[in-house]
């Protein structure tokens, strides 16, 4: 029988900082730094492959982003929960294990480290900021494109918040099924959409590159994929709230610290 929400509230009592808002510009730089850092490799790896054509294959293209939120939920996700994305961020909020009025912080903390990483890629590239850009595949229209999206999303948000809750929160292995699950969509999904699953990993080369063609499908499509793996999570596991998600959407610097004290 499964134990009742309450009761593993009672073991597992909720970070000592989780209201606490001195705590939360570490919470902002982290969604900065780690969003900064997803960008990077998963626009910098088709802007060097342009500069230095055969140096980056599409496999290693795609790959690279999967490995970069393995490592960064790895060493920031104690921290902010490493979203790194807006719609994940939504995700959470929608469940219940985040608070809302703390949604549009980590959104502009993640466009601004999207744009940072773009625009520093322009300058060590040499390449328009827009050949690392998420558009619709050669072959692709822009109504294909919004699908591949919204389904790539739905598996991602899907991964994340079933490693995030209850009895399928498994810790630091769900860094391990996030990555995995980024680069597995991105090898089918990338030449149709880009498979970018991020609103704001497309934002920040599309306003660096100032090409914002089809823009409106790496916001709709992403989306709607949050809005359909909520209420598929909220079929199969209820409602969220409980401590485990919490935790995990938002972190827990102090317990972090007290632990790194012990040491």
Wanted: charged share 10%.
């Amino acid at each position: 029988m499964q134990t009742p929400r309450w009761i593993n509230d009672l073991r597992h009592p909720p970070p000592l900082d989780f209201h606490d808002g001195k705590q939360e510009w570490k919470r902002l730089l982290s969604e900065l730094v780690g969003t900064f850092f997803l960008v990077l490799v998963a626009a910098g790896a088709g802007m060097v492959m342009a500069q230095y054509p055969g140096t980056v294959t599409l496999q290693a293209a795609v790959v690279a982003p999967g490995l970069m939120v393995m490592a960064i939920i790895m060493f920031m996700g104690r921290v902010s929960g490493a979203h790194l994305n807006p719609g994940v961020s939504v995700a959470f909020a929608l469940r219940g294990d985040f608070p809302w009025y703390r949604v549009p912080g980590y959104v502009v903390m993640q466009l601004l480290g999207a744009i940072a990483a773009a625009g520093l890629l322009e300058v060590l590239t040499n390449q328009s900021a827009k050949v690392g850009g998420s558009y619709p595949g050669a072959s692709t229209s822009a109504v294909a494109a919004f699908a591949t999206e919204a389904v790539l999303t739905f598996g991602l948000v899907s991964v994340i918040l079933g490693t995030a809750s209850g009895a399928q929160n498994i810790g630091i292995i769900g860094a391990i099924g996030v990555g995995g699950y980024i680069a597995l969509a991105g090898l089918w999904g990338a030449p149709l959409s880009g498979a970018s699953m991020n609103s704001a990993r497309t934002f920040g080369p599309d306003l660096v590159g100032g090409d914002f063609s089809d823009f409106w499908v790496y916001v709709a499509g992403p989306f709607t994929g949050v809005f359909i793996a909520v209420g598929i999570a909220y079929l199969l596991r209820g409602s969220g709230g409980g401590m485990d998600g919490s935790e995990a959407a938002q972190g827990s610097i102090k317990t972090l610290i007290k632990d790194s004290e012990k040491k």
